[in-house]
Structures are given as structure tokens and as C-alpha cells.
């Protein structure tokens, strides 16, 4: 399984990080172009690479990690999704007036299989060692689709996080987003 993402900043580069150190290879982008992601890439290591959004998209996982207002622009001209997972990341302040900021997303990936992770965490919790003495990070995710809710769940166990189903992108979502109970909540798992 490859990765990619789109959107290459600080929650990119943190789950890219987790993803190198498994041993996966992960295709960074952002709207300025490869060229400007060297740096970055050399820092990840020798399975990182910077790509188009096009390049990073084809993976059969794919993070969002753009800001809210980029996410329309980032979603435009990339290749049919046709059931590769979408890992949308982001959080918004904006009031959506039905739904939810991933039901948002899902409407402009049409044939993504959208999973809603990460944007309860704050970065420094996303790029720590989920491994903690006390127990491992929590990390909440929501979906409609159960098999890739499943293939979610996995990588994430694999990386050492704790992942806890939200449920579907409309309760989970409501459960994760800002202001949602979740939201905000670095909590550790007993193992
Ligand atoms: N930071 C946190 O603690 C945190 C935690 C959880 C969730 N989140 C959410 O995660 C998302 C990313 O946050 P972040 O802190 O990683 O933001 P960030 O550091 O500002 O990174 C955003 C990235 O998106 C790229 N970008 C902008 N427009 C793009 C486009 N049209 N196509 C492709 N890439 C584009 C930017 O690069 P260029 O401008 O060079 O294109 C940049 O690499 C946000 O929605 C945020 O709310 C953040």
C-alpha cells in the first residue's frame, strides 16, 4: 500500500513521518510544486518523495492536509478516486449549514472512500510516538465506508495509535469536529 498527501505542512509532514518509520513510501504535495518540497523530503528520508497533487492523490491512501479554505482548490483536477481511501485531516471554524466539514469533502471527491482522522489532535500529538509509557494516543476516525474504516484502523494500529470508530462521517464528524466532544482530546488507551 502507498501513500500520498495533499497539502505538505506540519500535519502532512508528521503522519509522513510515522509512515516512513513502517517502512511505507509516501508521495508529498502542495500547490507550489515538487520542486519546493526537497527539503522536506531529504528530511523524511529515502521513501519520501514530493510529487504533483495529481502524483500524490493516485496513492491508495491519500491525507487532505490542507487548510479549510484550500480544500476546494485541492481537490480540483486530481485523478478519479475511484475507492482509494481519502484521510480528510482537517478542522474548520465555518458554519456548515447541513453536515459536516467531511460530508463537505466527500461531495467534492466523488468516488473517494472519505475516513475523517487525525484533526481532533493537535500536530505535536500527531507527530509524538503514539507509544507511550502510560498507554497509546487515542486517535478517533469516522466513515461510511466500513471496509476502509477497516484498512484505516489497521495502518493506524500498525503506527502505534490506539484508534477508537467515531462512527460515520456525519456523527463521528459532529463527535470530532471543533467544539464536538472529541475534539481537543489527547487521551491513552490502557494496553
Ligand atoms: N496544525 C495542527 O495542529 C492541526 C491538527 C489537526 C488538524 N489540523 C488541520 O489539518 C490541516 C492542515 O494543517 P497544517 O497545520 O498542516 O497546515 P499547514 O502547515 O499550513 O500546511 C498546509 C499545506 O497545504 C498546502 N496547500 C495549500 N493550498 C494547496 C492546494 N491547493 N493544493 C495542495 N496543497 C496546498 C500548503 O503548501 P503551499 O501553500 O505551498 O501549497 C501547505 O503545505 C488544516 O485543515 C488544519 O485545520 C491541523
Do not use: C
Request: aromatic share 6%; hydrophobic share 45%.
Amino acid at each position: 500500500m502507498d501513500f500520498g498527501t495533499i497539502g505538505a505542512g506540519t500535519v502532512a509532514q508528521a503522519i509522513a513521518g510515522h509512515l516512513v518509520t513502517a517502512g511505507h513510501e509516501v508521495t508529498l504535495s502542495n500547490s507550489r510544486g515538487p520542486d519546493t518540497l526537497l527539503d522536506v523530503v531529504t528530511r523524511l528520508g529515502p521513501l519520501a518523495s514530493a510529487g504533483t497533487a495529481g502524483e500524490a492523490a493516485a496513492a491508495d491512501m491519500v491525507f487532505l492536509t490542507v487548510m479549510w479554505p484550500q480544500v476546494g482548490d485541492a481537490l480540483v483536477g486530481l485523478p478519479e478516486w475511484d475507492g482509494r481511501i481519502l484521510v480528510d485531516t482537517t478542522n474548520t471554524f465555518a458554519d456548515l449549514e447541513a453536515g459536516t466539514a467531511s460530508e463537505f469533502v466527500a461531495e467534492r471527491a466523488p468516488g473517494a472512500r472519505v475516513v475523517k482522522a487525525f484533526n481532533t489532535l493537535h500536530a505535536r500529538y500527531i507527530a509524538a510516538d503514539p507509544r507511550h509509557a502510560e498507554g497509546r494516543q487515542l486517535l478517533f476516525y469516522a466513515g461510511d465506508d466500513i471496509a476502509a474504516k477497516t484498512t484505516f484502523h489497521e495502518l493506524a494500529d500498525a503506527l502505534g495509535f490506539a484508534p477508537v470508530d467515531a462512527g460515520t462521517l456525519r456523527e463521528g464528524g459532529r463527535l470530532m469536529q471543533i467544539g464536538g466532544p472529541l475534539s481537543a482530546l489527547h487521551a491513552l488507551r490502557q494496553d
